[in-house]
């Protein structure tokens, strides 16, 4: 709960107060909301609809003011802004700036929700009351939303995960965010559309460490192999790196791996000493998330020990190679949330450590541009050199993935698909699946299915 008053919020988003000045304990886009009472409606405006036609329902849901870019027709003090949007992140960064929470962001192509997941519940099982992204509210609404719930007196930490798709949503966000610890998880060929080359695409990701507060941390993948673009961002920063195996100057690395069907065990060399640990976390990915929780923690100042607790109580999250048995030699790999090149790799690698028939189900890799098609090729050889037995592709350029993984066949009805799998299923006695998509594609169709 926030205590601002509408003179205040004028002051901070240029605007011009109409009607009386008003304690404002809350602030929601969303005239459905039944959270809130008494709260301040800011009526954004988007791509398929305009927030100020629905002041009126603001109004009956229980808003007793509007933020808005014109007078509207009713009642109640109104706040006119330039812009909705704009005053919306505004607001959230006035609230960042004076808080004295901790802030940490994450950003990069894979792995972020993962990170700010186990970042959540290390600190919780620490005992800290953590405020974060929820879901995928990552973007230039999303994160400003979530900064709208600090509260000094309650939440110690925030952990916000970034998604940006150009160099503009970066600067945006991370102005807002002002992170105190920042971490760039890894960079690969995700949003190549709106990003246009990689080059832009490793600039941005670097981008939010030119945002860090005064005596911040960047903690940084010491395996990624583009830092020397983020050289002028690092400047006077403070740094903290982590990698998969033992490097000159790096802070937090792996000493031994045991990968299991079922889970990881781990021996993690730290600076502050040395830790092992279970995860119930699945693919060889998953290692460099635990490297940057580990890394990122400590640099927040966490124990070993609450470190450990954390992780070792972590479930993998849904959507991101979470398994589900349909019984004791039948297992699901729900890995459906997103998909690109990187991602796919690490997850077909993952598939063939599996006893059995081995079953790849993948539609396209969305947002690729001009590498679409050699990418999903590359795939394709990917899956034949691991041996993969059976690829069912759905979608348009996916059909190379079956073309030259020799294996595939290539569907354009979902229904279609499940009648072959339902046959692969009853046919073969030992069978992992591993459904692998991105979400426009609604893979998780599949999932219900099963």
Not at 81 to 105: C, H, M, Q
Not at 408 to 424: T, V
């Amino acid at each position: 709960m926030i205590c601002l008053d509408l003179n205040i919020i004028s002051n901070i988003t240029n605007g011009v107060l109409f009607g009386d000045n008003l304690k404002i304990h809350y602030i929601s886009i969303d005239t459905r909301n039944k959270k809130y009472k008494k709260y301040l409606f800011i009526a954004l405006k988007g791509k398929n609809i305009d927030a100020h036609t629905l002041c009126l329902d603001a109004i009956n849901s229980g808003a007793i003011a509007l933020l808005v870019e014109f007078l509207v027709p009713v009642m109640v003090p109104q706040l006119i802004v330039k812009d909705t949007n704009k005053a919306l992140g505004e607001i959230s960064r006035w609230l960042r700036i004076n808080s004295n929470v901790k802030v940490f962001a994450v950003t990069g192509s894979t792995g972020k929700t993962t990170v700010k997941e186990m970042m959540v519940n290390i600190l919780r099982y620490s005992g800290n009351n953590v405020l974060y992204t929820y879901g995928n509210l990552n973007n230039n609404i999303g994160v400003p939303l979530t900064l709208l719930n600090l509260n000094n007196s309650f939440y110690k930490y925030v952990i916000l995960e970034l998604g940006v798709s150009c160099i503009n949503d970066m600067k945006y966000l991370a102005n807002i965010v002002l992170p105190d610890i920042a971490l760039v998880t890894n960079i690969s060929f995700s949003h190549f559309i709106s990003f246009k080359s990689f080059y832009n695409i490793v600039k941005t990701k670097g981008l939010i460490f030119n945002y860090l507060k005064k005596n911040g941390i960047a903690v940084i993948n010491k395996d990624i192999k583009y830092l020397s673009f983020w050289n002028k961002y690092l400047l006077e920063k403070n740094m903290m790196f982590y990698s998969f195996r033992k490097k000159l100057g790096v802070d937090v690395f792996l000493l031994n791996l045991d990968l299991k069907d079922y889970g990881s065990y781990l021996t993690i060399y730290t600076f502050l000493g040395v830790i092992k640990i279970f995860l119930r976390l699945l693919g060889i990915h998953n290692i460099f998330n635990i490297l940057a929780s580990i890394s990122c923690s400590i640099s927040l100042g966490i124990s070993l020990k609450d470190i450990i607790i954390g992780l070792e109580s972590f479930l993998p999250v849904k959507g991101r190679l979470y398994p589900i048995y349909l019984n004791k030699y039948k297992l699901i790999l729900d890995d459906t949330y997103n998909s690109n090149p990187r991602s796919v790799y690490y997850s077909v690698l993952f598939l063939s450590r599996f006893s059995g028939y081995k079953v790849l189900i993948i539609s396209d890799m969305a947002e690729l541009g001009k590498f679409s098609i050699r990418s999903h090729i590359n795939i394709g050889f990917v899956v034949r050199n691991l041996y993969i037995d059976k690829v069912f592709s759905i979608g348009f350029h996916s059909f190379y993935i079956s073309k030259y993984s020799l294996v595939g066949e290539h569907f354009i009805k979902i229904s279609d698909l499940i009648i072959r799998l339902k046959y692969i299923l009853m046919l073969n006695s030992k069978v992992t699946v591993l459904i692998k998509g991105s979400r426009v594609f609604n893979m998780d169709k599949i999932i219900s299915f099963l």
